[in-house]
């Protein structure tokens, strides 16, 4: 944009500077639409290779172009009142210390807003309720509610691991269409899962877990050491938050082998050999 407008026509009429993003041939169409999809872009060129199939002669006939804009979701909190889909504990619909705290909302209370109980290598498996693309998790620990401490961060949670349904392993209807204890029996085997953050010698009140998951909504956290404190093994946690944007994502993809042939094809024109009949 620092150069001329003369001195930027006479560039961009060689093609080296441009990169093929979509081609017509044999247009009928009063309005023809293209899929620029993954194309991040601000300068765009337009030639009109053809002008029409009257046979008239060449005249250009174009009336507007439009341009649009993806339209980007902002993550949201997709974890809030969560089901339970499986826990190997023992204080499932406790409503003063179960584990459906976790995603209720509410973490400074000491008293009434964690999932509290003792022993180590617990978990609990969550459903999201769909699937979603996941960026990032969130866990509550103790500190939080500012429950005391022999040492800074000592009582927050020191180690767990978070994982998502191995879909591959079973789908989340064959799983769902189970019984509570069979999920439950079914997913203490590591294999129906994907390990996606795992945390140990932790004394941050809250972590986070920056991630990237498409077509993710059932989830696992599994608390391998309580604390630092040394008084023996009882689970504090407050809140899990699962961020991301709702909707599955496609697994399809799109079949570019002609598109790259067309890219490299014109890679090798130069305008200056152009005619009306040659394009």
Same mark, same amino acid.
């Given at each position: ?133 996941? !960026? +990032? ?9 500012? @429950?005391?401490?022999?040492? %800074? *961060? $000592?009582?927050?949670? #020191? ?69 630092? !404190? +040394? ?9 899990? @938050?699962?961020?991301?944007? %709702? *909707? $599955?994502?496609?697994? #399809? ?27």
């Amino acid at each position: 944009l620092a150069m001329s407008f003369e001195d930027r026509t006479a560039l961009l009429a060689d093609n080296s500077y441009w990169t093929l993003v979509a081609s017509t041939t044999d247009s009928l169409a009063d309005v023809t639409t293209n899929d620029l999809t993954g194309v991040t872009a601000r300068i765009f060129k337009l030639n009109v290779s053809r002008t029409d199939t009257t046979g008239w002669g060449a005249c250009v006939r174009v009336y507007e172009l439009e341009l649009h804009a993806a339209v980007v979701k902002e993550p949201e909190l997709l974890s809030r009142d969560s089901d339970i889909v499986a826990y190997n504990g023992t204080k499932l619909n406790d409503t003063s210390a179960g584990p459906e705290k976790l995603f209720d909302g509410a973490w400074a209370n000491q008293d009434t807003d964690k999932w509290c109980e003792d022993g180590k290598n617990l978990w609990v498996a969550f459903d999201i309720g769909n699937e979603a693309t996941v !960026t +990032n998790v969130k866990v509550y620990h103790a500190g939080v509610a500012n @429950e005391w401490s022999p040492s %800074p *961060g $000592a009582i927050n949670t #020191a180690a767990y691991e978070l994982y998502v349904l191995n879909t591959d392993k079973i789908s989340v209807s064959e799983l769902l269409a189970k019984t509570f204890d069979e999920r439950t029996e079914l997913l203490a085997d590591n294999s129906y899962w994907t390990q996606i953050a795992a945390v140990t010698d932790n004394l941050e009140n809250i972590t986070s877990h920056d991630l990237d998951l498409d077509n993710a909504r059932i989830f696992k956290i599994n608390i391998s050491d309580t604390d630092s !404190t +040394n008084w023996g093994d009882c689970i504090r946690l407050y809140e899990v @938050e699962v961020t991301g944007i %709702p *909707g $599955a994502v496609s697994s #399809a993809t799109a079949d570019k082998t002609a598109l790259k042939a067309l890219i490299a094809e014109a890679e090798q024109l130069a305008e200056t050999d152009y005619t009306p009949n040659s394009w």
